[in-house]
């Protein structure tokens, strides 16, 4: 059974406790939006008050730790994570593979720490502008989801892959449709290769980068978008809501 469109807010570094109430007034806009899910990934400080406040939504973290336990001063665990009431992490985020030299490999190591913690995985990938304009953008993606997905039975209901291509991350800028199209194509081919095609037809692929309620309704129409992981406007309620509202009537058609 094809599962419902997933709308995920990543807050990145973004809020105190003065969110609380935006995190509440998307937890009761997400009740009238059953044909979606919805879900939230603020920063560490916040998960655990908003899996408290959060009857409908999900509640996810944004990293965490390769390590179960021990020295590693700053690090969260997956279990952690968990312990917070987070049943999902983002891992592989553009910020973090370019900001803090982030393997794939190390991608993956985190996503075999988090499903062995009982927390799915969103997969993230994309390429830089560069690596657009050089013709190499599928290779490169392709490259970075065979190293970074992590080997697990049922893949369908534990892992999302998000493809945020980098140029369009917090720049106002998408990808053409047709661009998303021939990538979101190229993903759920190599899914099906991994994974075998029951369990990869189940994996939603999300789009990031630059979703807004005025292009929600193009990019989420567009065959393999799956659903839509939302940085800045994810930050108040009515603009995250005018996009689970645009996935709401995707589905109802
Ligand atoms: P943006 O961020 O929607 O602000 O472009 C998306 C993301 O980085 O996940």
Known sequence: MAQRPYIVGNWKMNGTRAMLSEARAIDRAAQRHMKVEVAVAPPFTLVHAVHREAEQIGVGAQDCSPNADGAFTGDISATMVADAGAKFVILGHSERRE??????ELVRAKADAALEAGLRVIICCGETLETRESGKAEAFVAKQLK??????????????????????IGTGQTATIDDIATMHAMIRKLLIEIYGEEQALEIRILYGGSVKPENATDILGTAEVGGAL????????????????????????
């Open 230 to 253: 939302v940085g800045g406007a994810s930050l108040t309620a009515d603009s995250f809501m005018s996009i689970a509202l645009a996935a709401t009537e995707s589905v109802e058609g």
């Open 99 to 104: 900001g803090y030299g982030e393997t794939s």
């Open 147 to 168: 190293v970074s997905l992590p080997k697990v039975e049922d893949a369908g209901e534990k892992i999302s892959v998000a493809y945020e291509p980098i140029w369009a």
